[in-house]
């Protein structure tokens, strides 16, 4: 990114560049990304609405501050995900 | 049952008084007596009524106590437990070993219904990794998505996902039944011993990995094939099976079942052929 990539492109090539199974998020002063591994090892839960977006590695952190019945989902293998704040 | 008192011909060693003991055992033809069924416990069992209803808010508890709840309402012989506000609580509804109605206002966290053996159960909600896990006989429906090991190492039953399912589901698998009516992620079917997995959506990478035995129908694209997983042709019975199958499940009935992909192990990882003559062997 220092070189003029964009947060969706680090993202991508990190799920070759980085060895070991991870989920990551990260946050820029204007957008914020999930990378998750190709072999999904690692647990991310995720809700999104038009107005926000919650990501945690259990439902029940997200059902902390959504208490209500909400649909959420876990993204998939070597999925990368970016949103303009 | 020969009578062992009137042995009608004697024997020469009889005839010459060496045997003088009257045999009086008793007959080992019964081995089972009906009548002593009802001395027999198996634990965490009751009787149950399914018109017998109630609700269990579980907003304020933590797992093992609202585990021992639904024990204690089983007890008292409600067959239909109603469970308010799970709130995504991890642990919840495990180890019932009853026939049950069971279900579930909103999500669960990991090892939702985990170890049951006999319940139907209903989850108006999402479930979290390893959702039923080693389940030996029942139903359990979920409504939303489910996350990852999904029906780890369940032995029989029917697992249901109407949503889409995250890595590794039916990860050890050893019977019964998973289907699902979205996607599915990364090694499904991993390592699975016996059993059937349908995916009607996509499936990702390394789909059957190092998988025994089973078979796995998807509807969808297959990311890739795992070591030893193979297609193979599906049969009508197999068509009319997962017919059967779709309809119970309660998920898309109309499916084009026909343009399914069948996959079974290769067996070429099989390796009992070289081990069980050195086990006899040193049984032997």
């Known amino acids: 990114m220092r070189n003029g990539a964009t947060l969706e492109e680090g993202l991508k090539s990190s799920l070759s560049e980085l060895d070991g199974v991870f989920t990551y998020f990260v946050a820029t002063k204007d957008s914020l990304g999930m990378a998750k591994d190709t072999m999904a090892a690692k647990p991310l839960v995720l809700y999104e609405s038009d107005n926000l977006v919650a990501m945690g590695s259990e439902e029940i952190a997200i059902r902390s501050i959504l208490p209500q019945e909400i649909t959420t989902y876990d993204p998939f293998e070597g999925e990368v995900k970016v949103w303009q704040i | ?284």
Request: proline share 2%.
């Open chain 2, 1 to 284: 049952m020969a009578n062992l008192k009137t042995t009608g011909k004697k024997s020469k060693a009889q005839s010459m008084g060496m045997h003088t003991e009257v045999l009086t055992g008793r007959t080992q033809q019964k081995f089972f007596n009906p009548d002593e069924a009802e001395n027999f416990y198996y634990f965490g069992t009751y009787e149950v009524d399914f018109n017998k209803r109630t609700e269990l808010d579980v907003k304020n508890m933590e797992a093992p106590e609202a585990n021992k709840k639904i024990d204690s309402l089983m007890s008292e012989g409600y067959g239909t437990i109603v469970i308010k506000n799970p709130q995504g609580k991890h642990s919840l509804g495990v180890g019932i070993l009853n026939k049950l109605n069971l279900i579930f206002e909103g999500s669960l966290g990991y090892f939702g219904v985990g170890s049951c053996d006999g319940p139907s159960v209903r989850i108006n909600g999402r479930v979290g990794w390893s959702c039923a896990q080693n389940l030996m006989a029942g139903k359990v429906v979920v409504e939303k998505n489910a996350g990852s090991s999904f029906g780890a190492a369940i032995r029989g039953g029917d697992l249901i996902c109407k949503g889409s399912v995250g890595a590794r589901t039916g990860i050890d698998m050893k019977g019964g039944t998973i289907i699902v009516g979205g996607d599915a992620g990364a090694f499904t079917g991993f390592m699975m011993q016996r059993g059937r997995i349908i995916v009607l959506g996509d499936v990702g990478i390394n789909l059957g990995d190092s998988m025994y035995d089973g078979t796995i129908f998807i509807g969808g694209k297959i990311g890739s094939l795992g070591s030893d997983a193979v297609t193979s042709d599906l049969t009508s019975s197999d068509k009319d099976w997962l017919k059967r199958k779709l309809k119970v499940a309660e998920i898309d009935e109309n499916f084009d079942v026909s343009k399914m992909t069948k996959i079974i192990a290769g067996k070429k990882l099989w390796n009992y052929d070289n081990l069980e003559p050195a086990e006899k062997k040193g049984a032997i």
